[in-house]
């Protein structure tokens, strides 16, 4: 009898650095090779396959992969049948959702989607494109643009509908924003069958807690230091904590060791006032991942 295996689909492309690195903060160390689309991961029971994002829900809804990992502007756009386990804020350049948006050149006459009934409009996303034109009851030439979408207004098409994250990209080609299409973030997707597998599902949650917690972990540190019994209270009046602080007591009754975990940025900040208020050995660790 074979060995269970899961089938997992990573994105390739601009995507793929910013989830090998979260995996390898959730404890899983993937290896790439030169040209090849088969990356290794060191769990026996995972194979890895790298996919672009715009064909990976696709793959899974159809089972060739077990889950994957995608934006939700590719769920919508290729209109794929698949289970969202998890939404994964995180992107090539950020942790904030990317957005899909119309933009026209700065000196253009359209002011609003309406203004673009009968135009031309370029993008990667047609379906999508489409759908929200029709929402907004403006009938427009659709087109798919394989690529350098923004320095196509005004000569090959009059509007474009592109995915950014700043802005910059859009602002340095001479583009002005009309409106928002749609906002998406990365979702950890699963095949309906797959779900059903109860060690696929078991081994997928497991993924996701882990990928969850070194999400939650990004920014946080641990702090640990000790504390005189008598200056407990003042100390413990300066830590911000997600939760209270885990107090112990030490072999020396007078003192306690305080843990808690707080935004790094914190740290610099409340660091000499816990030392005023009487802590001593203050100690500042890195977290990995933070599972509540």
């Avoid at 088969?38 to 829900?57: F, K, N, S, V």
């Avoid at 003192?255 to 203050?282: C, H, N």
Wanted: with cysteine; charged share 25%.
């Amino acid at each position: 009898m074979s060995e269970p295996l899961l089938k997992l689909g990573l994105p390739a492309g601009s995507l793929q650095e910013a989830t090998s690195e979260l995996f390898r903060r959730a404890g899983y160390k993937i290896t790439y090779t030169s040209r090849s689309y088969y990356p290794h991961i060191d769990d026996p029971e995972i194979q890895c396959t790298l996919i672009r994002a715009q064909e990976m829900a696709r793959y899974v809804q159809d089972g060739v992969l077990d889950c994957g990992l995608t934006g939700y502007d590719w769920i919508v756009e290729t209109g794929a049948k698949v289970v969202e386990l998890a939404e994964l804020v995180f992107s090539k350049v950020s942790r904030r959702p990317v957005r899909w948006v119309l933009a026209v050149p700065n000196d253009s006459p359209i002011q609003s989607v309406q203004d673009l009934q009968g135009k031309r409009v370029a993008t990667e996303a047609v379906n999508l494109t489409r759908r929200w034109l029709a929402d907004h009851g403006v009938t427009a030439q659709v087109e798919f643009s394989w690529g350098a979408t923004e320095v196509k207004p005004p000569r090959l098409a009059d509007a474009i509908v592109e995915v950014t994250e700043t802005g910059s990209s859009l602002a340095a080609n001479n583009l002005r924003i009309v409106a928002e299409v749609l906002q998406s973030t990365t979702r950890f997707i699963a095949n309906e069958q797959a779900v059903k597998d109860p060690w696929k599902k078991q081994k997928m949650s497991d993924m996701v807690l882990m990928l969850q917690g070194a999400m939650a972990a990004e920014g946080k540190v641990g702090l640990m230091m000790n504390v005189r019994k008598a200056d407990l209270p003042a100390v413990l009046k300066i830590l911000p904590a997600l939760q209270t602080p885990t107090v112990t007591s030490l072999a020396d009754p007078e003192w306690v060791d305080v843990l808690t975990v707080l935004s790094e940025s914190v740290v610099r900040v409340i660091a000499p006032k816990l030392k005023q208020a009487g802590a001593r050995g203050i100690v500042e660790f890195p977290l990995n991942k933070l599972i509540e």
